[in-house]
């Protein structure tokens, strides 16, 4: 999630894991610094990235469970063990081979599956021996493993498929804002694809920084990190200024970075992508993002957002995402007025 607020539904999902487990909601909420009126599904409020860590550790003390009891007892300090088991192999394929490795041999740790197939790499997580109505722990573990990838080779995974074994959320928004990418409901198992090019793609990583990196857990579980260590990413970067009024052009953005316009579309090429994909990408997720919030009608997007009218934007909103802006629904499941078309 890119900003500094989460949606209040992680707060509910959390909370209502501490009234599973017998636990005082109101005091870990009261702890946390949140309100009580945020874990009503009747509010649409948000909370802060640290409100909810703080309120994550608070679960983790209590429960001495890194998935809060949800299943089969994940030992406090499994996830830094995991980690360290990958630190030191050369490249992607590696480390997801690491990562399955001890998925198998650590107890409780939901099992990672990973299959090469002709052009995607397939994770898939085992959530069946999770206790998980509300999808939390499931969510958690997908994400978590998406960014942690992303983390180790220092860049962006783009998404080729997100698959979710349970049917579609009031929430489902959310979904955009955190992969990237819209997941398939329903579906037989949890599964995350991407390029398999990238399973050579070397890790960038050393002690010091993997150190620093679980000293800020739990806030990696919730915060969307830009790693900016590949073209496509300082492109991005530059871009994402376009979204406060002003699109910088392909002479602009190349001015930046020192090279000629035809050199950075060829360096963009290699990366797979290119200034129009990357500007769609923007677009379409500060499109999601303000449909989830319900702070606009879909006019007033259109119009921030430099289309030249509302029908325009509806258009691209369906090509980006398969769905009309109408089916993107606010944090309390309700469909506010800015999503309604």
Do not use: C
Not at 50 to 74: K, M
Not at 299 to 322: D, H, I, Q, Y
């Amino acid at each position: 999630m890119t900003s500094s607020t989460l949606p209040g539904d992680v707060t509910r999902r959390l909370a209502r894991i501490g009234e599973r487990q017998g636990l005082d909601s109101a005091s870990l909420l009261r702890r946390a610094g949140i309100a009580a009126d945020v874990a009503s599904p009747t509010t649409g409020a948000g909370v802060t990235l640290s409100q909810a860590a703080e309120l994550t550790q608070e679960l983790w003390i209590l429960t001495g469970d890194e998935l809060f009891g949800l299943g089969p007892a994940v030992p406090l300090g499994s996830f830094q063990l995991m980690m360290r088991s990958v630190i030191h192999v050369p490249d992607l394929r590696a480390a997801l081979q690491r990562l399955a490795e001890a998925s198998e041999a650590m107890t409780g740790m939901p099992r990672l599956r990973v299959a090469v197939r002709e052009t995607l790499v397939e994770v898939e997580i085992d959530v069946s021996r999770l206790d998980d109505p509300d999808h939390l722990g499931g969510d958690i573990l997908a994400t978590l493993i998406h960014r942690v990838l992303g983390w180790l080779i220092g860049r962006r995974i783009g998404l080729r498929e997100l698959r979710l074994p349970w049917p579609e959320t009031p929430y489902a928004a959310d979904y955009e804002i955190v992969f990237g990418r819209h997941p398939v409901f329903g579906a037989d198992r949890l599964a995350l694809a991407f390029d398999r090019r990238l399973l050579t793609a070397p890790l960038v990583r050393d002690e010091q920084q993997l150190a620093d990196y679980l000293a800020d857990q739990p806030n990696v579980w919730f915060a969307t990190r830009d790693y900016g260590t590949t073209v496509a990413d300082r492109v991005r970067k530059i871009l994402e200024r376009g979204l406060r009024g002003h699109w910088p052009t392909p002479d602009d953005i190349a001015a930046q970075l020192s090279v000629s316009t035809q050199h950075l579309r060829r360096l963009l090429r290699a990366e797979h992508t290119s200034i129009r994909q990357l500007k769609e990408d923007l677009l379409r997720e500060a499109a999601v993002a303000s449909l989830a919030r319900g702070e606009e009608s879909v006019e007033e997007l259109a119009r921030r957002l430099g289309f030249s009218e509302a029908s325009a934007f509806r258009r691209a909103f369906r090509r980006w995402t398969g769905r009309p802006p109408g089916a993107y629904r606010g944090a309390d499941g309700a469909a506010p007025a800015a999503a309604r078309e």
